[in-house]
Structures are given as structure tokens and as C-alpha cells.
């Protein structure tokens, strides 16, 4: 299968990688800044091969390379209208978080991919950590019983040299701050988990250290969802002197779990009242080795996509999925900003309507 990716920047080595371990024909990649490319593929071996392309237009390795499956990893702000390209060109995609920066943007993305036919895939990649799928069972086979609340943390630190590495992070028009950027991930499970349906939020954000920036630097919301349940948030990047913990609790009438590490990919506490043969290690507790805090997802991600065009089904993490997320995040800078709880589903929302918000 012919694949292309755009935008070389932080993240699109876990897209190369993935890449090459589903055996994609890797066509093309593409940067507004050759270097970028260069350095990408020369990080995984690939810099010698001729048979990809390099390209500063996606629009003209659009038409000349004609891939079936796109990655896109460029700065947040211009995921939304890649997307829309590739899309009409034909092309199925992942998208890199968040799916877009407004609600609008993304609901254009889901049409889209319908109108044309092609697969499109949020990368809240996650969802497929071992750890991840083993609380998703348990949700599914309704081993929590009645849930009463769920938390996730993801208290983490990024300097000034992070922010300067890429002028385009901690601004409105093209990131989001601590929510947005960096708990994204924590967010969309935490919605996922606790039964998507969300009736209202409210929550707090401030900018207690990162004053170079637009946006916010910690966060933290409440969310009442549809079926009673409650859940907590709490983004940052203010933790001294390095990252500290990614974490999800729930807490059901019949089961409690915690998962942490540095990407959620830990079982810290596994205890359900309904005991079954697997819970005797799961409860001992469980981690799955990764080097970052981007865990080993991507390669799941590629791999049922790629299943998902092959058997024309719908990809584990579909457009709406990224959507659901990126809703809940603006709902948290909205109800912040207007200082009331905002009720959801929402129609329309962007990031850019809070520019200026922290002067």
C-alpha cells in the first residue's frame, strides 16, 4: 500500500516507524523544511532511498504520488484543511491529535471522509496500549458495575526551550496549551471510559508560569456525564523539574483500577468484586516497556487502519472519536473563559475564540 507522510517534526518518527513495520510502501514524505526530511529518514535508516520522493508542496505530492494512506503530522492548526486535501484527493488518513482545532473543521473532516468513501482515523494511539485494551474489556463486560468516578492527571513539564524548539506550540490559531496539546491523550480515554455522553463541564485554566505564551498551562475540569457519573481533570506542564505521572483512575461499585506510567501503559491497581483467572497477575501489577511518552501505539494505529481499508470497515479510532476529544477540551476552555458550566453536545467552538484570554 502507497504511503506518504506530512510534517517531519517530534512525532512523525513514531509514523515512520510505524510505517515500516506494517510494510507500507513508503512513497513520499513532505516539509516545508527539507532538513526535517533528511534528518527523519536518515533516523531510520531510509535517507539512501531513492524510491522516496521529498516534497515542500503536500498539494503536489498529491497529484504526483497519489498515496492510498496519508499520515499527518504538521502543527495542529493545518491538520484540519491537510486532512480536507487528502481526503478529496481520495486518500485515507491519520490525524495526528487533535483531529482539528474547531469543532467545525472536524465535523468537515467527518462528511468528508464519508462523502469520498476513504478511512479516516483520529491517532489517539493510546487506546490500543495493552493496558488500555485490558480496562476497555473490563468496561465492555461491565465488570465496574455502576461507575462512580474517574480522574486522569497528566502532570507533566515542558520549558521554554520545548516552546522555542516550535514557535507554533502554546497558540491559539495553531496548538492550545497543557489541555490541548499534552493531555489530549488522558482526555479522550478518561470520555471513552466513562461512557462518552457527557451532559455538562465546568473548570478552570491559568497561565502560572509559561507567560510567553497564549495559551494555558494548567487546567482542570469537572465533568458530569449522562449516565450520573463524574470525572475529573487535570492538565499541566508546571511540574518541577520533569515529568512526574500520566494517570487514569476509575472507580465503579464493583471494580477500581489505576493506570499510570509514561504513557498509561502501567496497571497500578486492578481489583474487581468478579473474580477471573487473568486478574490474578493483572492485579500484581503490569507494564508494558516503552521509551516514551508517546508509548507504542502508532504501530497499532497503522495496523488496523491499513485492516480497515483492506475489509472496509470503520478504524478502531474514527474521525467522531477525535472529535468527542477535541469537544471536551473546548468545552473546558470555554466554560474557563465564561466562567459557567458549559453544557455539551456542542455545534461550534474553536480555539482561536480565546485569543487574548491570557493577555
Known amino acids: 500500500m502507497k504511503y506518504a507522510l506530512i510534517g517531519c517534526g517530534r512525532i512523525s518518527t513514531n509514523h515512520i516507524k510505524a510505517a515500516v513495520s506494517n510494510h507500507l510502501e513508503i512513497a513520499a514524505v513532505c516539509d516545508i523544511v527539507p532538513e526535517h526530511m533528511e534528518a527523519l529518514l536518515a533516523k531510520h535508516g531510509l535517507e539512501k532511498d531513492t524510491s522516496i520522493r521529498r516534497y515542500t508542496d503536500y498539494k503536489q505530492m ?12 504538521t502543527e495542529s492548526g493545518k491538520h484540519a484543511q491537510i486532512a480536507l486535501d487528502c481526503i478529496h484527493a481520495g486518500c485515507n488518513v491519520i490525524i495526528e491529535k487533535p483531529i482539528a482545532l474547531s469543532l467545525q473543521d472536524a465535523d468537515a473532516i467527518i462528511a468528508a471522509g464519508k462523502e469520498k468513501g476513504v478511512k ?26 455502576k461507575m462512580s468516578h474517574g480522574c486522569v492527571h497528566v502532570r507533566w513539564n515542558r520549558n521554554q526551550d520545548y516552546y522555542t524548539q516550535a514557535p507554533w506550540r502554546g497558540t491559539w490559531a495553531q496548538d492550545g496549551g497543557s489541555l490541548m496539546n499534552q493531555s489530549i491523550h488522558g482526555i479522550d480515554l478518561l470520555r471513552w471510559m466513562m461512557g462518552d455522553e457527557i451532559e455538562e463541564v465546568f473548570a478552570y485554566t491559568a497561565q502560572q508560569f509559561h507567560n510567553y505564551l497564549e495559551c ?53 491497581v486492578w481489583q474487581f468484586a468478579d ?28 495496523a488496523d487502519v491499513i485492516d480497515a481499508i483492506e475489509h472496509d470497515r470503520e478504524p478502531y479510532i474514527c474521525a467522531e472519536a477525535g ?16 466562567g459557567r458550566p458549559v453544557k455539551l453536545p456542542m455545534k461550534e467552538c474553536s480555539t482561536t475564540e480565546f485569543t487574548g484570554r491570557f493577555g
Do not use: M, W
Not at 498529491?62 to 503530522?73: D, F, R, T
Not at 512526574?244 to 477500581?256: A, D, Q, R, V
Not at 473474580?275 to 497503522?302: A, I
Open 216 to 268: 494555558e498551562d494548567v487546567g482542570l475540569g469537572v465533568v458530569k456525564f449522562k449516565n450520573g457519573a463524574i470525572g475529573t481533570i487535570e492538565g499541566t506542564t508546571n511540574v518541577f523539574p520533569k515529568n512526574l505521572e500520566e494517570t487514569l483512575y476509575l472507580f465503579g461499585e464493583k471494580g477500581t483500577i489505576k493506570a499510570g506510567g509514561k504513557s498509561i501503559n502501567t496497571l497500578e
Open 275 to 302: 473474580h477471573k483467572p487473568e486478574d490474578d497477575d493483572l492485579s500484581k501489577g503490569f507494564e508494558e516497556e516503552t521509551s516514551n511518552v508517546y508509548g507504542n501505539g502508532h504501530t497499532s494505529v497503522y
Open 120 to 145: 479516516v482515523c483520529a491517532c489517539h494511539q493510546n487506546r490500543f496500549n495493552i493496558s488500555i485494551q485490558h480496562i476497555r474489556k473490563a468496561v465492555e463486560q461491565g465488570r465496574f458495575g
Open 62 to 73: 498529491l497529484a504526483e504520488v497519489a498515496p492510498a494512506l496519508v499520515g499527518i503530522s
Open 323 to 338: 472529535r468527542r476529544a477535541l469537544e471536551l477540551v473546548l468545552a473546558i476552555y470555554k466554560s474557563a473563559a465564561e
